[in-house]
């Protein structure tokens, strides 16, 4: 402990705030005033919203999504970016769809959308880090490549008949009111969380995203942290599709489409550096929050879902700028 | 501060009050389309709107996701099961990943019927299909026939060999052929669906066959495709396009006279009827079971198979009298 305080002072020496006066004025901060602002709002606007039952099904507006975008988070702090998890979602699901009409059971299921999703990422991150091309790029290519198979497979038709024991990972509920989704994604909320914030991979993610050449020549094998998140980012598009398939009980090539935008703007609104450097898992985890409170509390009080994008458009925007704004006011002063 | 909360509480008491009276005397009636800001539902919930009107104690919630996807449909059902409706009609975007959905929906009470773009069995109480197989081919004859008092030479223009939906209605179109003396069934054709081939294969149905008079199409692409090769062969008034096809698209060739006539569902009634099937349904007016009858107002009863689903009514017909108005709806 006094080994660490000991590298943080030196490394910023001239540090002139307090750390509860950081936190206070953090993005984090922030955001979660924005969440109970929220929170409070929904729960006057409608009889509805405060009622154990309906608040456990609005999270399924977001643990799918928050899931990859952990994951996420991690890579666009690194500098990368995936946008074709959707399209891992897609065929993942079709691979699962596959495992269960060749007749296998519940574990092999999982195991197949877990491995496809794997194989996935290890695809972008070798075009990625092999090759040096652009991650936009290359996975704006695998957004296509990978739905398309789905398509082919599948065409106009669906896998339906799932195990029951399946529905467990999308319908089921730990206990009480809390679904397994929940569980799921508050563990990886901690494990994310953990990896990026207290262990030297997620000190080198941060180099990485803040000058790579730099971290090269500070001895971080930057292709291979890199390769690593792809594959973190494809693992949990699997985890995401298994989730995802058990709650619809079936598998359509549209599956989860336009899903990618939405996990990106989750970890952006969660204050991470869209060029790369900085971020928090804590403010994914408020933001993510934040997503579902207002979707739901919208829905509730059936705000149609062009409304509902332009609020969050407008959000992003603003929990964006303000701080811009503010800082760059008291600069004048 | 205390001011504040107290203000608070009254807004947050009032809003509730108003809320359980509301829900006391109405019955909700949630009309769940595939995506909001398309035409076609758009005119299904002035239908519904109408059936409200009709009955009185009824507010409908016309909601749908923004994009036509079955995650998309599954929050807005979440959203609505959580208000505690009374009733939810849904236009599936997927036919099995919404039953998990809906069947909990069911488990809390609420009636839940689909319509238009049905849900699998066991993920509803019962489906609303706005027509049947025989009915539309009944009416794609019928509609050649009317025009042709002594009988004529009409041929079929089809999308592809194997498409299901216009297979059948060929063979129910066949079935029905006795009932239209002086006929002639002179052959069919396949465009595949495609404007292009739609449009030769309808050019080659008129050089073959130049007495023809009249071409049924009953797919939207290969209706639009006979209209203008007719036009271009200046047959108009020969030759007679019908069949099924979208008001929007056949605008023009109604005006030109190319087509007198075509039949497609009426998204209105369907709207209408899916409202007077939840509200019957949900005020426990009627029972969802194979052969029973339900009936949806000035659309008369909707009659359920063993499959509990069942046929709204004959495709609607346009022509130049209410072109018009449906042409700017879908």
Sequence with gaps: MTMVDHIKTRVIPDRLTTPTERILKSWEALLLLVAVGIFILNSFASPYFLNAWNLSDATFNFTEKAMIAFAMALLIIAGEIDLSVASIIALASTVMGLVMQAGFGTPVIVLAGLVTGLLCGVFNGVLVTRFNLPSIVVTIGTMSLFRGISYIVLGDGAFRGYPSEFAWFGQGYAFWVISVEMVIFALLAVIYGVVLHKTNFGRAVYAVGNNATAAMFSGIRVGRVKLTLFMLTGLMSGLAAVCLTSRLGSTRPSIASG??????????????????????????????????????????????GIVMSIFIGALLIGVIALPRLFARLKGRK | MKKLTGLMTTVAMATGLFANAAAAEDVRIALVVK???????????????????????????????????????????????????????????????????????????????????????????????????????????????????????????????????????????????????GINVVGTVYGDDLADKSYREAQGLMQSYPDLDAIIAPTSVGIVAAAQAVADAGKIGQVNVTGLGLPSEMAGAIESGASKSFAIWNPIDLGYSAAMIAYNLATDKATAEPGATIPMGRMGDLTLDETNSGAMADPFVYDSSNIEQFKSIF
């Design chain 1, 259 to 304: 899903m990618e935008l939405e996990v990106v703007t989750m970890v952006v609104l969660g204050g991470v550096n869209i060029l790369g450097g900085s971020g928090t898992i804590p403010g994914v985890v408020i933001a993510a929050f934040v997503m579902g409170l207002v979707t739901f509390g919208l829905g509730l009080l059936n705000v149609p």
């Design chain 2, 35 to 181: 995506a909001l800001g398309i035409g076609f539902f758009e005119a299904a919930a002035k239908g519904a709107e109408e059936a409200a009107a009709e009955l009185g104690d009824v507010e409908i919630i016309y909601t749908g996701p923004t994009d036509t996807t079955a995650e998309g449909q599954i929050e807005v059902i979440n959203s609505l099961i959580a208000q505690n409706v009374d009733a939810i009609a849904v236009s599936a975007n997927d036919t099995d990943a919404l039953v998990p959905t809906l069947k909990k929906a069911m488990q809390r009470g609420i009636t839940v019927i689909s319509w238009d773009s049905g849900v699998a069995e066991d993920g509803r109480q019962a489906h609303l299909n706005p027509s049947s197989n025989a009915l539309i081919g009944n009416m794609i004859v019928k509609l050649a026939a009317d025009h042709l008092p002594d009988g004529g030479d009409v041929a079929v223009l089809s999308a592809t060999t194997t498409s299901t939906n216009q297979n059948i209605w060929i063979e129910e179109m066949t079935k029905v052929l006795p009932n239209y003396p």
